[in-house]
């Protein structure tokens, strides 16, 4: 497993962007797909997107499709979510998750998650 820590949450207007990282310490994270989930109050922790080992592959959820990027640097193991576009519906506890079976990532069965970092965007 590794160890992730999200960082980049905080308060923004509709329409305004922030940009999530997760640093990964512990094992080569490039062996790792990685990926991002949301938790709202009251629901259910949701996959976001998601990105390959090398980074050439990106898979998104149709509610951010198109106003979310999701990307990587393997030589500084750090994982990042370019949010733009946000709207009150994306308020929520940012989840990174990592691990190295992309079915189990996607899933939301991954060997390694983050604490979380909250993002919370007013109308």
């Known amino acids: 497993q590794v160890q992730l820590i999200e960082s980049g949450g905080g308060l923004v207007q509709a329409g305004g962007s922030l940009r999530l990282s997760c640093a990964a310490s512990?094992?080569?994270?490039?062996?790792?797909?990685a990926g991002w989930f949301r938790q709202a109050p009251g629901k259910e922790r949701d996959f976001v997107a998601a990105i390959s080992l090398t980074g050439t592959g990106t898979y998104y959820a149709d509610s951010v499709k198109g106003r979310f990027t999701i990307s990587r640097d393997n030589a500084k193991n750090t994982v990042y979510l370019q949010m733009n576009s946000l709207g009150p519906e994306d308020t929520a506890v940012y989840y990174c998750?990592?691990?190295?079976?992309?079915?189990?990532?996607?899933?939301?069965?991954?060997?390694?998650w983050g604490q979380g970092t909250q993002v919370t965007v007013s109308s």
């Open positions: 998750a990592a691990d190295p079976k992309w079915t189990l990532l996607v899933g939301g069965k991954s060997g390694s």
């Open positions: 512990g094992r080569a994270f490039g062996i790792y797909a």
